[in-house]
């Protein structure tokens, strides 16, 4: 995800409709995101299914896709009641300043999460294929394009938190973005590796 300064904000989004990442304690994130709602704020929690296993069982369970984080749409005015929760460390930003987060981010991690596809926390990326989905129900997303054994996964970032999720992919279904690659080496669309390798 882009850093956002909002003193220079000059496109026309308003403030209180933009997006923010609030950082917690851990293995808090399911109850702060609770009290906010009850506080009367819009919050997203994104989830994954995973399954734990224990010597004599097994279990599934629905837990952060960004370990630590949740978002939270608009009236940062408010910090006092934010900041005040219990379990909340911080609103995440530079200089006492919280960092917009650009709504393309969080909607192409809800239209993951709320199409119920394969996803899971993914190491960060910061370079490789830029890819586009032109098909499906998860048309229009963007992300890199990773290969892990015989799968292919589209890897998003939240670049201000440095995490990253991935969900598996069609390779026939995903086109290189030209515009994200510039500047970038040159690297292999199916393998996520240098062409040369």
């Known amino acids: ?3 956002i300064d909002r003193s220079s904000q000059q496109d026309g ?3 209180d409709n933009a997006w923010y990442a609030i950082y ?3 293995q808090h994130e399911k109850v702060i995101s609770q009290m906010l709602s009850n506080k009367g704020f819009e919050v997203f929690l994104p989830l994954y299914r995973a399954t734990r296993r224990w ?3 097994a279990k599934q369970l629905l837990l952060p896709l960004f370990p630590c984080y949740l978002f939270l749409r608009g009236e940062v005015e408010r910090r006092l009641d934010i900041i005040t929760t219990p379990g909340i460390v911080s609103l995440v930003g530079s200089a006492g300043v919280p960092a917009l987060i650009p709504e393309e981010e969080i909607a192409a991690v809800r239209q993951v999460v709320e199409y119920g596809a394969k996803v899971e926390p993914h190491p960060f990326l910061r370079c490789g294929d830029w890819v586009r989905v032109k098909s499906g129900p998860l048309e229009g997303i963007e992300g890199i394009l990773v290969r892990k054994k015989n799968l292919f996964r589209l890897v998003l970032s939240v670049e201000l938190l440095e995490k990253s999720a991935a969900v598996e992919v069609d390779v026939s279904a995903v086109e290189r973005v030209p515009s994200r690659n510039a500047g970038l080496p040159a690297r292999g669309l199916s ?3 240098p062409a040369h390798a």
């Open 1 to 3: 995800m882009r850093l």
């Open 13 to 15: 989004r308003r403030l």
């Open 191 to 193: 393998t996520g590796v």
């Open 55 to 57: 010597k004599d069982r």
């Open 24 to 26: 917690t304690r851990h």
